[in-house]
């Protein structure tokens, strides 16, 4: 899916890598209920699973065993000291090197968990887009990645909450197949909210009232930013910050 190449067997790839198992209450087990949402632009369902599993089991095909044994895993070693003390709800300082690699993590897990989306035509991320990611870590020119503090409610170990949009300049149809989303999920304490395009021009400034609940880190802030931010992410909480982020969809 990555590197394109035809003469390599697909390997299974972690949703959530095992490592971190070892730095998540609850993370070796017993079976939990886990619970998969994805929803159109204008709110409809199109995707709604529940399941029961050991935590960190769930895989997708994707990768050959090459990339998932070689950059890949360069990925999930360089956030190891910057995510880890999240996972323990420590409060830690992320420089700008620090806030680079919790973006690129961040990014390959989308792109993994969108390999486990039942539709290919309902994917919004383009294949090239995984081209380009394997040849040098490109991040999408309109993400942008903010951090948040899971309070332990709700979906625990982990939660995943994902739209799907449609997003067209003014005056211009609405494109076919979906070209953006938003996404949030959680693992331990931490939380990821994804906003992903290939439109640079669409860009989120204004976060509204969610600010006091997340930390940007993509584009990155230099010198540093502060983990933990003001307010925690409650029950429900990563399905409201998608609601909010994607209702009405923005519009170029």
């Known amino acids: 899916m990555f590197c394109g190449a035809t003469d390599q067997k697909l390997s299974k790839e972690h ?3 095992r490592w971190l198992r070892n730095h998540v209450d609850g993370g070796v087990g017993p079976p939990q209920e886990h619970y998969r949402a994805q929803r159109t632009a204008d ?14 089991e769930r895989q997708v095909k994707g990768p050959c065993r090459p990339c998932n044994n070689g950059w890949m895993s360069d990925v999930e070693n360089s956030v190891m000291p910057s995510l880890i003390p999240m996972l323990a ?3 830690t ?3 700008c090197r620090a806030q680079d690699s919790l973006a690129r993590w961040a990014t390959l897990r989308m ?3 969108q390999l486990g989306h039942p539709a290919e035509r309902r994917r919004a991320i383009p294949p090239e887009r995984y ?9 999408p020119p309109g993400a942008q990645v903010w951090l948040g503090r899971h309070d332990g409610s709700g979906g625990w ?9 449609f997003v067209s300049a003014l005056g211009q149809p609405e494109p ?5 989303y938003v996404a949030a999920f959680s693992i331990g304490y931490a939380a990821f909210v994804y906003w992903g395009s290939e439109l640079s021009s669409l860009f989120l400034h204004d976060l509204g009232r969610l600010a006091p609940y997340v930390v940007p880190v993509w584009p990155v802030r230099p010198p540093s930013v502060r983990w933990p931010p003001q307010e925690l992410v409650r029950k429900d909480g990563l399905a409201s910050i998608v609601e909010f982020l994607s209702n009405p969809v923005p519009r170029l």
């Not at 170990?157 to 949009?165: A, I, V």
């Open 131 to 139: 081209a380009r990611f394997y040849s040098g870590l490109a991040m």
């Open 111 to 113: 792109m993994i968990a």
């Open 43 to 56: 709110g409809s369902v199109v995707l709604d699973e529940r399941w029961t599993a050991i935590p960190f």
């Open 176 to 180: 076919s197949s979906p070209n953006a």
């Open 15 to 17: 949703l959530w890598p």
């Open 93 to 95: 300082t992320l420089d």
């Open 157 to 165: 170990p982990t939660e995943y909450q994902y739209r799907e949009l």
């Open 89 to 91: 709800n420590e409060e």
